[in-house]
């Protein structure tokens, strides 16, 4: 059974209609990735709204950070995971396959990060980005050690939290909007 064909239960505007920077973004979008990311096409109810969005992802995703590219989307899809984030789960799964080579890493960071075999940094980043999702109010000096412990600096445990946070903020625009993942998402680096 296919997924709903909806982008967003609150619809979306027509391509045509937005901002000239915005129509250059969706070509150039279409062109890298051969469509546009549905989370763009939601948040494109509000333009504003959507170029601080990109402004803030690329910043936690891509800048230059003690955290590696993968272990950011792997922390993505955790706090998906433990929000049950249908869009992150499929879009942020996806970019894990993609990241690690491994068409079963994104899977397991979406079903159970516990059963993936991962050195004592990943684990310890991913259960501490679980803790800071479900249970926010006790991360304590007890956490910030243990991070501490296998070799996170204070910037790489502020990137962290920062990737904790938006990715939280994310997953709950994606819920409230009943955000649909691209397809393509689906099929992307499956075995």
Known sequence: MPQPDHISALGVPDPATLDEDLQVLWRKCVEKLGFVPNVFSTYSLKPKRLRNFMAMYNDVMLSDSGLSKLEREMVAVVVSSANRCYYCLVAHGAAVRQLSGDPELGEMMALNYRVAKLDARQRAMLDFAWKLTTTPN??????????????????????????????????????????????EYHRAVRG
């Open 138 to 183: 006790l991360i304590d000096d007890a956490d910030r050690d243990g991070l501490r412990a296998v070799g996170l600096t204070n910037e790489d445990m502020f990137d962290l939290s920062e990737t904790v946070a938006f990715f939280n903020l994310s997953n709950r625009m994606a819920s409230a909007t009943d955000m649909m993942p691209n397809k």
